[in-house]
């Protein structure tokens, strides 16, 4: 049964500073793996989608890299700002799109 | 509106009664889902519509839920005698296949209390 986890639940950072997001997953057969953030009250907003057959996506000033092997991924984002302040959740994607969520990180940039 | 609509935003009922959840996916995204997100579950699969195949039912947690999906675009989520366990947001997403890549876009959520 796949399992992702993700580390840390709740990160604080100053505005200026890169932040590093860890997810970890334990069944490597996947096809996808999906970044999505979560402000409160609102749904998910799509950030990045790594396919099984890619190293890493890249948006602005967000970065997702996917190691298959080692079942993990992260996503970086430089210079944070505080509107990334959100929860930002990892899932990874089956063969027909089912999603599977990590708990999520919590993160908060102050000013 | 282009994005995924879901209705009501809120709702709150007493326990024992049915209640209906909405989604509108977006024009032409042949995929609809259905996610719970409840404090201490985090967000898990419930169903998922393709096209005209039979859904995949295999995450609704009991018989009191059901779903169906008409026309292949609206969707309606539908739970018989409502638990103070199924206080929760319920979330559609609807996606496209894109060579295997399924981008899958959210509503915002129904947020269901059942008191």
């Known amino acids: 049964k796949q399992e992702v986890t993700q580390i840390p639940a709740a990160l604080s950072v100053p505005e200026g500073e890169n932040l590093v997001l860890n997810c970890s997953f334990t069944?490597?057969?996947?096809?996808?793996l999906q970044w999505f953030r979560q402000d409160p009250g609102k749904g998910l907003t799509s950030l990045l989608l790594?396919?099984?057959?890619?190293r890493e996506q890249t948006s602005g000033r967000l970065n997702a890299s996917l190691d298959k092997s080692s079942g993990r991924s992260t996503l970086y984002i430089a210079a944070s700002q505080p509107g990334d302040s959100a929860t930002y959740l990892c899932?990874?994607?089956?063969?027909?799109?089912?999603?599977?969520f990590g708990a999520g990180t919590q993160v908060v940039v102050t000013p | 509106g282009a994005g995924v609509s879901q209705s009501p935003s809120n709702k709150v009922t007493e326990k024992g009664k049915d209640v209906e959840l909405r989604c509108d996916p977006i024009?032409?995204?042949?995929?609809l889902y259905w996610y719970r997100q409840s404090l201490g579950q985090g967000l898990e699969f419930l169903i998922y519509?393709?096209?005209?195949?039979?859904?995949?039912k295999s995450g609704l947690p009991s018989d009191r839920f059901s779903a169906e999906r008409t026309g292949g675009s609206v969707s309606t989520l539908t739970i018989q005698r409502t638990q103070q366990e199924d206080s929760a947001v319920y979330l559609c997403?609807?996606?496209?296949?894109?060579?295997?890549?399924?981008?899958?876009?959210f509503g915002a959520g129904t947020r269901l209390s059942v008191l």
């Open positions: 997403a609807s996606s496209l296949d894109l060579g295997g890549a399924y981008i899958q876009y």
């Open positions: 069944d490597s057969a996947i096809y996808n």
């Open positions: 790594i396919q099984s057959s890619q």
């Open positions: 899932a990874v994607q089956s063969s027909w799109g089912k999603l599977q």
């Open positions: 024009s032409g995204h042949t995929a």
């Open positions: 519509f393709q096209g005209n195949s039979a859904p995949d």
